[in-house]
């Protein structure tokens, strides 16, 4: 059974920092694409980022120049590096992967249990 476990969440001050890391475990054959979500109560879940097993990338306009995602293919592990962190990126962020297994290289998807991120004015 695949499962994603997120880290690296908390509470930080206006143009801070923060990791966010994402692992999924299980028979794991390829993890095609992560993506990063953010929600906020009331509000529908947003996507943030995304990379691809290419290591190609994508950012929400809000966050380009501020947030950088990565990934350890060897680790089944993503990352998004929050820099310069603004009170309006305070929500839930959630991990997403699509990822094949080794059992029938089908696709399927998955999600984080999601982290909470509190940025302070």
């Known amino acids: 059974q695949v499962q994603l476990v997120e880290s690296g969440g908390g509470l930080v001050q206006t143009g801070g920092s923060l990791r966010l890391s994402c692992t999924a475990s299980?028979?794991?054959?390829?993890?095609?694409?992560w993506r990063w979500y953010r929600q906020v109560p009331g509000k529908e879940r947003e996507w943030v980022a995304s990379?691809?097993?290419?290591?190609?990338?994508n950012y929400l306009d809000s966050v380009k120049g501020r947030f950088t995602i990565s990934r350890d293919g060897a680790k089944n592990t993503v990352y998004l590096q929050m820099d310069s962190l603004k009170p309006e990126d305070t929500a839930v962020y959630y991990c997403?992967?699509?990822?094949?297994?080794?059992?029938?290289?089908?696709?399927?998807?998955?999600w984080g249990q999601g982290t909470q991120v509190t940025v302070s004015s």
């Open positions: 299980g028979n794991i054959a390829r993890v095609n694409n």
């Open positions: 997403h992967a699509a990822l094949a297994l080794v059992r029938d290289w089908r696709e399927y998807v998955h």
């Open positions: 990379i691809t097993h290419a290591d190609s990338t």
